[in-house]
C-alpha cells in the first residue's frame, strides 16, 4: 500500500465521525490504469478485516487526471459495485486516494435527511455544489 493510500486507511480508522462502529467502509485508489476498491471492517484490535475488492480499468482517466466523465463514472461505479458484491455489504463510506495530476485534499462533511428515501441525482448535484463551493 503506498503511503497516500496509508494515510488514508488511519485516517478512517481513527474517524469519530463514523455512526456505525462495525460498518464496513472501503477504499477506492484511483490510478491513470487501474482503479482498486478494498471494503473493510474495523477489528476491535485496531486493525482491520479485508471483506471484498474490487479491480477495473481506469477508463476515462489518463495521466492520473479525468480525461472522460462518464467513463470515468462508469470506471468508478463499476469498481464499487464489484467490490460490494464480493463483500456482501454496501457501502456508506468511501475514502478516495487519486494518484497523479495535480491532486488536492481536504475533509468535506456534508448531511442530508432523505427521509429513508434512495438519494437521486439532485442530491448528488446538490452535495458536489456544496463540496466546489467550500
Not at 64 to 90: I, K, P, Q, R, Y
Amino acid at each position: 500500500m503506498n503511503a497516500k493510500a496509508e494515510m488514508a486507511w488511519q485516517r478512517l480508522l481513527q474517524s469519530q465521525r463514523r455512526t456505525a462502529r462495525n460498518a464496513p467502509f472501503g477504499l477506492l485508489d484511483v490510478g491513470s490504469s487501474k482503479l482498486c476498491c478494498y471494503v473493510v471492517r474495523t477489528q476491535s484490535s485496531g486493525g482491520f478485516q479485508l471483506l471484498g475488492r474490487g479491480y477495473q480499468s481506469a477508463d476515462g482517466f489518463q495521466a492520473g487526471e479525468v480525461s472522460d466523465a462518464e467513463a470515468a463514472e462508469t470506471s468508478m461505479l463499476a469498481v464499487l459495485h464489484e467490490a460490494e458484491e464480493a463483500a456482501g455489504e454496501t457501502l456508506r463510506e468511501i475514502a478516495v486516494t487519486w494518484s497523479g495530476g495535480a491532486p488536492r485534499a481536504g475533509l468535506v462533511s456534508i448531511e442530508r435527511d432523505l427521509g429513508g428515501r434512495v438519494i437521486d441525482d439532485d442530491d448528488l448535484d446538490r452535495a458536489l455544489e456544496s463540496v466546489r463551493a467550500t
